[in-house]
């Protein structure tokens, strides 16, 4: 009974779904602000005074956003556009950042208790990681599903897990020869829609609503980001080809931003990215000029 509610807890962990090197934060603009929330700039003001221009973002990397706070997070989504919807697997990794989020919590709470909720988010976010490889997308068919590393702690709590369809982790190589795989659970349906942080433009949508509706749903664990269970809808943004920037919610409530990456579409599409090349925008983007255009006098 204990192994089952553990590892009922570490799905819950994968569900609300970065090394030990120092990294600067990006050498980016931002607004400055105050603590208080009535000191935050107008998203719509930061796009138009401090526009991001395609060499900024290629300065951003997985890596340096997570040593951002969460103004600055949301800032960078902000003058961001959906881009294309995703196809194919891209690495993820997860964060929390200061002052938003989960992260908020423990400030909130202060002292001892926000001590000790910090380090607890902490080890979630070192144990979800170690689970949690990143997402599939199957673009023509508006779905996705998680990449969930394969452990022998899960199998108690997944529906017949040796029946699991499995995909190969991109870049990850055991002794540089075997490819490490990942299963394929929590399954989504894809969609632009409106942001839940920036409604000037859509952002895509994840949403696990009614993925019992899905094929190859299984009541263990995916209900656990459903209707029935977290109620989880992600949504994300294009920074530059290949590599995305997420929101987690767990109904209207923000959890985390994750990263997505995909090393061979950000080598094959960067440099023409970088020289002002066009992207194609399945979602809205709005009425104000998307920052990179904008940077470039467009």
């Not at 919590?105 to 990143?134: C, H, P, R, Y």
């Not at 209707?227 to 929101?247: A, S, T």
């Amino acid at each position: 009974m204990h192994i089952l509610r553990t590892g009922a807890s570490v799905l819950i962990v994968i569900a609300l779904a970065a090394c030990g090197d120092d990294v600067s934060p990006p050498d980016v603009p931002f607004m400055s602000h105050g603590d208080a929330y009535e000191t935050k700039p107008d998203l719509a003001r930061v796009e138009h005074e401090m526009p991001l221009s395609a060499q900024d973002l290629m300065k951003l990397t997985p890596a340096n956003l997570a040593t951002l706070s969460q103004e600055q997070v949301d800032q960078v989504y902000a003058r961001l556009t959906a881009g294309p919807i995703p196809d194919g697997a891209y690495n993820g990794a997860f964060f929390f950042a200061d002052g938003g989020g989960a992260r908020r919590l423990s400030e909130l709470l202060g002292g001892l208790k926000g001590l000790a909720v910090n380090f607890k988010i902490d080890k979630l976010e070192t144990i979800g990681q170690m689970l949690w490889k990143g997402k599939v997308f199957y673009r023509d068919q508006r779905l996705l599903r998680n990449m969930i590393q394969d452990r022998k702690l899960l199998k108690l709590v997944v529906d017949d897990p040796d029946g699991l369809p499995k995909t190969d982790i991109p870049g990850r190589k055991i002794l540089g020869l075997f490819q490490d795989d990942a299963w394929l659970l929590f399954p989504a349906k894809l969609y632009c829609g409106q942001s839940l942080l920036d409604s000037r433009r859509e952002s895509i949508i994840i949403d696990y609503a009614f993925n019992d509706e899905i094929a190859g749903y299984r009541e263990r664990p995916d209900f656990l980001a459903g209707r029935r269970g977290l109620r989880i809808r992600d949504e994300i943004r294009m920074v530059r080809p290949g590599f995305y920037l997420g929101r987690a919610y767990m109904g209207h409530v923000f959890l985390l931003n994750f990263t997505l990456y995909n090393e061979d579409v950000a080598e094959s599409q960067g440099a023409a990215f970088k020289a002002g090349g066009g992207v194609d925008e399945d979602c809205w983007p709005g009425g104000q000029t998307p920052g990179r255009l904008a940077a470039a006098g467009r």
